[in-house]
């Protein structure tokens, strides 16, 4: 019997059932979140009922100014990306509905508890008492590390295990918190919408994964590795969700005033530029000139990847719009002849193109905010407004804006680093066959995890719409 065969025959005997495991982890790592909770995470001074009493201390004029009523509508909108964008996004695989709404809400629902004491302990942890102590901020930083998580998952999607989804979110969490500690403390690098810390770590993350998870025999379910008309209406949902919040997903941490009034106007002006490019590579690169909408999904986001860096930034509304412009091109060429290359010759199988909405644009973005950090004046921001972008004060008061560039590059190499050899190591774990991941020829279909009605209608063998993995060239 050939090595195929005894593969393949291996491949169709693993077992999906997770009966035991995925209750096991569920309740023991929530019996810890409890404890641990309970030891460390308190109230900061903007929730605790002795707010009064900080008011007066710090000559606060009014309940309005406690940041809760700054934060909390950015919050709202960075919260629907995560659950419903992210979620609905994934949800074009025709067969694999249940499993991208379902699973993305298991991870985001564990990784923002997780979160929440990493970046703690990394954070606002307070050396007098040992406390962690929490406010809204807080929270939307808890949404951006699961982001980052969810984003792995993009390229994993219907391959793993909800165990398996679960292991790489404990891992991610903590990699995320340490390499964010780097970037924005020990580097001092900006990056108020991650284009660097979320979105090209997440996406490097996940690629990493994914490619130490190869499955040379994944064509056996290459009848549901792709989409039908009603899953990308689906889908094409939650890309509307996410377009819209983005601006609020950029600018949700920056500083009060100028800088996230400028993050907001900067990242609208970049995804509505991303729109018309993306719009127009898909169809020049199409029969006939029709678009696919796989390009539409998921190209059209990339402005608001590559701007999360210099969002803040003295950018100006034209530069918003080139970047916008570029990363459309970037990320629809992408979907169109990089994802079968990487494929080809790499062996990396990525489900839902991470790399060329997240990876690229995220690592185009935070080398775009090294160049525009690099070359920022006394003129266009005045002292004071250098000082406040930049934070340029205590320890890093004597940094010049050509030093900040260069650390802003450094912080970039440093997110992609954590993002390969953090997957890598998280890859050869999850590798281990104790998850109940599925076999090769059983992928992208909800059955293996999910109660599915009967009333579900059945793929015939000849169904082939769309496929997001799987392209061929373009008839020029």
């Not at 060329?356 to 004046?377: D, Q, R, Y």
Request: net charge negative; glycine share 10%; with cysteine.
């Amino acid at each position: 019997m050939s090595i195929r065969r005894q593969f393949t025959r291996c491949s169709r005997s693993a077992s999906t059932n997770v009966r035991v495991s995925l209750p096991a982890v569920c309740f023991v790592w929530q019996i810890a979140m409890i404890v641990l909770f309970g030891v460390f995470i308190r109230y900061n001074e903007e929730a605790d009922t002795h707010w009064q009493e900080f008011r007066r201390e710090n000559n606060i004029s009014s309940d309005i100014e406690n940041d809760f009523y700054f934060r909390y509508p950015s919050f709202q909108d960075v919260h629907v990306m995560i659950f419903v964008g992210f979620g609905f996004l994934m949800t074009f695989l025709k067969r694999y509905s249940f499993g991208a709404v379902g699973f993305n809400f298991l991870v985001a629902a564990f990784g923002i508890q997780w979160a929440l004491l990493m970046q703690g302990w990394f954070h606002t942890l307070d050396p007098a008492t040992g406390k962690i102590l929490i406010g809204v901020e807080n929270l939307i930083n808890a949404d951006f590390c699961v982001a980052g998580c969810l984003i792995a998952y993009g390229a994993l999607l219907g391959k793993v295990s909800p165990v398996q989804l679960l292991v790489l979110t404990l891992f991610g969490v903590t990699l995320f918190a340490v390499e964010e500690y780097i970037i924005l403390d020990l580097l001092h690098a900006r990056d108020a919408g991650g284009s660097m810390v979320i979105h090209a770590f997440g996406g490097y993350y996940g690629l990493a994964i994914s490619w130490v998870l190869y499955r040379p025999n994944l064509n056996l379910s290459k009848r549901l590795n792709g989409s039908v008309y009603h899953s990308d209406v689906f889908a094409m949902i939650g890309t509307l969700f996410l377009w819209m919040f983005w601006p609020s997903f950029n600018s949700a941490i920056t500083d009060h005033g100028d800088g996230q009034h400028r993050a907001a106007i900067n990242t609208y002006l970049a995804l509505a530029s991303s729109v018309l490019t993306a719009v127009g590579i898909s169809s020049v690169t199409q029969k006939k000139g029709k678009l696919d909408m796989v390009h539409i999904q998921n190209a059209t986001l990339a402005g608001g990847v590559a701007m999360g860096t210099a969002a803040e930034f003295m950018i100006t509304p034209y530069g918003s719009l080139i970047v916008g412009f570029c990363c459309g091109i970037i990320s629809t060429f992408g979907y169109v002849f990089v994802t079968p290359l990487l494929e080809k010759y790499l062996k990396l199988q990525d489900t839902c193109g991470v790399h060329n909405l997240h990876a690229v644009p995220g690592m185009l973005g935070g080398f775009i905010g090294a160049i525009v950090a690099a070359s920022a004046t006394e003129e266009v921001y005045s002292r004071e407004g250098l000082i406040n972008t930049f934070d340029f004060e205590g320890d890093f008061a004597d940094r010049t804006v050509g030093t900040q560039g260069g650390f802003q590059a450094a912080a970039c190499c440093v997110a992609i680093a954590f993002g390969i050899v953090g997957g890598g190591c998280v890859g050869l774990v999850l590798k281990i066959p104790i998850w109940g991941d599925p076999a090769d020829d059983n992928c992208y279909d909800d059955e293996a995890y999910w109660e599915v009605p009967e009333d579900d209608e059945s793929i015939p063998p000849i169904l082939e719409y769309n496929n997001h993995m799987i392209h061929k060239l373009p008839d020029l």
